[in-house]
């Protein structure tokens, strides 16, 4: 007796690799700015303001690749939801308000501070709602 597989079922509920990468990546990043502010904020040492920059840096880039592929992805032929949009509208936001964390945290790192570290957390909170906004929504095959 022959066992059949359906692949097109587990393929189309996978996220693709290089999305999870991207996504993945600017998570971590945005963390580790968080925690890089977190530890300037108890220690006042210039430095930690100064690795929370590049992180930032290297968050946004990697956040605008995947907001790219969000929406790219809403135009692929599909049955539609509603959900779909909330992904890529999550993660657009998340990127907008890192923006506005990569500008304060260009200021004097004195000044940066409060706001850099509440702007990371909300940045860092945004951000896993946003991941688990698409991994919810690839549960129920609505992005591939």
């Known amino acids: 007796m022959a066992a059949t597989v359906d692949r097109s079922l587990a393929v189309r509920d996978q996220i693709a690799p290089l999305h999870a990468f991207l996504?993945?990546?600017a998570i971590t990043l945005f963390i580790a700015a968080m925690l890089s502010d977190?530890?300037?904020a108890s220690t006042y040492e210039i430095?930690?303001?100064?690795?929370?920059?590049?992180l930032i840096a290297g968050a946004l880039v990697l956040t605008a690749l995947a907001?790219?592929?969000?929406?790219?992805d809403l135009f692929r032929p599909r049955v539609g939801d509603s959900r779909r949009l909330v992904y890529p509208v999550l993660l657009l936001i998340t990127w907008i308000l890192g923006f506005?964390?990569?500008l304060i945290h260009a200021k004097?790192?004195?000044?940066?501070?409060?706001e850099g570290l509440v702007l990371s957390v909300i940045v860092v909170l945004?951000?896993?709602?946003a991941a688990s906004a698409a991994s919810m929504s690839r549960r129920t095959g609505v992005l591939s």
């Open 108 to 114: 004097d790192a004195w000044a940066s501070m409060p």
């Open 100 to 102: 506005i964390n990569a």
């Open 47 to 54: 430095q930690w303001n100064n690795f929370a920059s590049w």
């Open 67 to 72: 907001v790219v592929w969000g929406f790219v």
């Open 23 to 25: 996504l993945g990546g």
């Open 38 to 40: 977190w530890a300037y």
């Open 126 to 129: 945004l951000a896993c709602v």
